[in-house]
């Protein structure tokens, strides 16, 4: 049972997370682990970078007028605020498409001014409000601008996600045929993967210069530089993928993902990190990455101190008062030189 | 590790979360047990039943004419519907309280409509939709009742909190020196237990026949007779602890806790049962409880029926289509006569 963060009450353990994490360098190396690195894990929104891929080299990016901005939105789970309601919308316009062909569904948004406001107004939830607007709004102009029916973009066995699926397979240097596939709370295919290579695909996201396909380079780092430049678009407002993009200045790609998964690229090291919480909780991940980077030395002294609220979350009474803290409680494992085994397309 | 539910994504496992379980009898005998049935927990709102003993010990219940529908709202962790909103106030005004008095703070009810149609007035949340405002309503009244300082209820210190630490260590035969206390949501102590004292608490709590104490014995028969009685008080709609008392016919009583607590005192065996999940995840504890129910053949072919959403949850998308499911996958050890110690005050 690998231990990753306790939650106290108090001085006392309230409750206690598992947690799996895998550190891989471009070339596949596992450097260092905890938990079982190899856990198949569904890679959730983690996987939202490679689901952009397509929209770049399909050439819907530039069809439809892409900003940077735009292309950052793609891969957000974002919290409906005004900025990304109003940014998928536009999207989706200049492909032609109305919000009624997302099949996204909806949900009450993180921004609870922006749900307050639609409740005031006697509005109902729409699926632009979804944290998934953005990514959908990629999928179905791409499937417009290729021509391709737009009713089903959300099948397994339509181009636009089999393109995604090529483009996961690829970036995670994972046989397409070993990967099993779920429905995502968005109603799209989700792709299971093991934890180290889904720690390698980031490593590539973070060094497109590892890829020999031109196009796909040129893809992918468009795709990191869009994040890291309009990092708000990936989150919003007090949102860790956000403020850890923020602080990191360009160097640090992060994706969160459902169920405690959380990807880093590391564009200066060139190395992937993923971690996943073994029952899913969300609240330990920030907790755990922040611990991550502290053991590796990445950002100390310097942007992980502007992300402590991340690093040790404190729980409060409903009156403000601190009753407890989550505390990340690991020791990374230093592998010796073990080789992730990359597949062949 | 004790893995007691798994939670699909398709076919795949996703996460899955450890448990912790204890049954024991009204004579403090551990019967069943997963996990580490002795595991030091915060029992949370799970002591609600008997931190509301005291409402009743003293007087104040007689004083402010409770009816059993108040009581049992004195046990709640309510949704904030406006029949427990109304009723909390009512006791206060009883006591010749106003709102401003409770210091739970408060948070957004579980009861969606409530929360829209407060938006939609343009009113702010108060102390009265919090979950725990029955059990402060209590409270204060008892304070207001005894003659004592109502500001500071809440402390640890204050006779009120005090005779429900006694009640709590009498209930659950645990000494009250080894009770570690901390501070819950709501901003009053909660008490750190053995699991299988929570069950053994609860099987008192199932069974006042037991208590020597006739005044104790009388005061905890009433709330017991209360919760069952007006179940929807102490949940509300589509909640589990209302549908599982419902479901059980007076037979069942069953508490939840924040952070995957729950706890049940069966009145026909005379049994306490007590389960945490590890990562305090509450969406587990439903589910175990019902597997738990089922292997000991409690409710089998009758009231479990009525509780299958609980004990197999379906995960859907945002649109509603079935992407997983929450299952319940552990089996019970019969413990063979292991009698607790009972703690002598």
Redesign the interface.
């Known amino acids: 049972?690998a231990v990753a963060v306790n939650?106290y009450?108090?001085d006392?353990v309230?409750?206690?997370?598992?947690g799996h994490i895998a550190v891989v360098d471009v070339k596949g190396r596992l450097l260092y682990a905890y938990g079982d690195p190899y856990r198949?894990t569904?890679a959730r929104s983690a996987m939202k970078p490679f689901q952009a891929i397509p929209v770049v080299e399909t050439g819907t990016a530039d069809r439809f007028h892409f900003e940077p901005a735009d292309l950052s939105l793609c891969c957000a789970s974002h919290s409906g605020e005004e900025r990304h309601r109003s940014r998928a919308l536009s999207i989706l316009n200049r492909a032609g498409l109305g919000e009624e062909t997302l099949?996204?569904?909806?949900?009450v948004p993180r921004d609870s001014d922006s749900y307050?406001q639609l409740?005031?107004e006697?509005r109902e939830l729409t699926p632009i409000y979804?944290n998934c607007s953005g990514k959908h709004a990629g999928m179905v102009a791409t499937a417009s601008h290729m021509g391709e029916q737009v009713e089903t973009y959300h099948l397994l066995d339509h181009p636009v996600q089999q393109r995604i699926m090529d483009a996961v397979a690829d970036m995670t240097c994972y046989p397409q045929e070993n990967i099993?596939?779920?429905?995502?709370?968005?109603?799209v295919p989700?792709h299971?993967i093991p934890l180290a290579n889904m720690a390698w695909g980031y490593a590539r996201l973070a060094s497109p210069g590892c890829m020999d396909n031109p196009l796909r380079q040129q893809a992918v780092r468009r795709i990191a530089e869009a994040m890291v430049a309009f990092p708000e678009m990936v989150g919003g407002n007090e949102r860790y993928c956000t403020d850890l993009m923020r602080a990191f200045k360009g160097r640090i790609i992060g994706k969160s993902g459902a169920?405690?998964v959380y990807c880093i690229g590391d564009r200066d090291l060139g190395w992937g990190i993923a971690l996943k919480?073994?029952?899913?909780?969300a609240r330990a991940a920030y907790a755990v990455m922040s611990e991550v980077l502290r053991q590796l030395g990445i950002g100390n002294g310097g942007p992980l101190d502007d992300l402590k609220p991340y690093a040790n979350p404190v729980i409060r009474?409903?009156?403000?008062?601190m009753?407890?803290r989550i505390q990340a409680e690991f020791v990374l494992d230093k592998i010796e030189s073990t080789q992730l085994s990359r597949s062949t397309h």
Chains 1, 2 share one sequence.
């Open positions: 049972m939650v009450r108090g006392a309230e409750s206690s997370h598992q198949l569904f099949v996204c569904g909806t949900h307050k409740i005031r006697g979804s099993y596939t779920g429905v995502d709370g968005c109603g989700v299971r169920e405690g919480i073994e029952d899913g909780g009474t409903m009156r403000g008062e009753a407890g």
